[in-house]
């Protein structure tokens, strides 16, 4: 069955450190860019950070650079979301999202998500 | 932070037609493309349409999408129950070098 499963999320205090994992399965992991998705309870949805497939490039929504660290391991199917000086307002949902990429003319384009995890709740509270 | 504006609700009887705007710029619906996401009541999000206008194998053909320059539209045509729902629209925004999402539109079914 294709899926992937996130694990990690938890009650941490203010400034503390989390880090989340996503298991992939059913599909050749290696071969598609990555992604963290959020949700605040009763929010919206926030793109987090994505990573290519060989984690060569990565980029992060500016409210987490410098605290976030997307990461990922092909050999064992996993992505990673390293989360440091965590604040309330980083308090949601963490969904792992496969990006897909769109082909026009010849030329590629991204993109969409079109696998989704069930997500793990992170909670940042004294 | 949400780029994309999407109106906060929207809503139908069964078997009419609902439509659902999401309105951005030129970095992002208007040099990418568009996708957008079902969410039911407490499940992980759904892909719904990608490429402006293409539907993933499963999903019903009453859902339909359209672009014209920096906005999108998702329809929903002959309203069911189970149609009730929170809809994302998203795209790739190349000032930001990120994916951003709508606001969200919350269908509700009378």
């Known amino acids: 069955e294709v899926q992937l499963v996130e694990s990690g999320g938890g009650l941490v205090q203010p400034g503390g450190s989390l880090r989340l994992s996503c298991a992939g399965s059913?599909?050749?992991?290696?071969?598609?860019?990555m992604s963290w998705v959020r949700q605040a309870p009763g929010k919206g949805l926030e793109w987090v950070a994505i990573?290519?497939?060989?984690?060569?490039?990565?980029y992060y929504v500016d409210s987490v650079k410098g605290r976030f660290t997307i990461s990922r391991d092909n050999a064992k199917n996993s992505l990673y979301l390293q989360m440091n000086s965590l604040r309330a307002e980083d308090t949601a949902v963490y969904y792992c999202?496969?990006?897909?990429?769109?082909?026009?003319?010849?030329?590629?384009?991204?993109?969409?998500?079109?696998?989704w995890g069930r997500g793990t709740l992170v909670t940042v509270s004294s | 932070q949400s780029v994309l504006t999407q109106p906060p609700s929207a809503s139908g009887t069964p078997g009419q037609r609902v439509t659902i705007s999401c309105s951005g710029s030129?970095?992002?619906?208007?040099?990418?493309?568009v996708s957008w996401y079902q969410q039911l009541p407490g499940t992980a999000p759904k892909l719904l349409i990608y490429?402006?206008?293409q539907r993933p194998s499963g999903v019903p053909d009453r859902f339909s999408g359209s672009k014209s320059g920096t906005s999108a539209s998702l329809a929903i045509s002959g309203l069911q129950s189970e149609d009730e729902a929170d809809y994302y629209c998203?795209?790739?925004?190349?000032?930001?070098?990120?994916?951003?999402f709508g606001t969200g539109t919350k269908v509700t079914v009378l």
């Open positions: 999202a496969r990006e897909r990429w769109s082909e026009y003319s010849s030329s590629w384009y991204r993109g969409y998500f079109d696998l």
């Open positions: 059913g599909f050749t992991f290696r071969t598609y860019w």
């Open positions: 990573i290519k497939q060989d984690g060569s490039e990565k």
């Open positions: 030129s970095s992002n619906i208007g040099s990418n493309t």
């Open positions: 490429s402006d206008n």
């Open positions: 998203a795209a790739w925004d190349d000032s930001l070098n990120g994916y951003v």
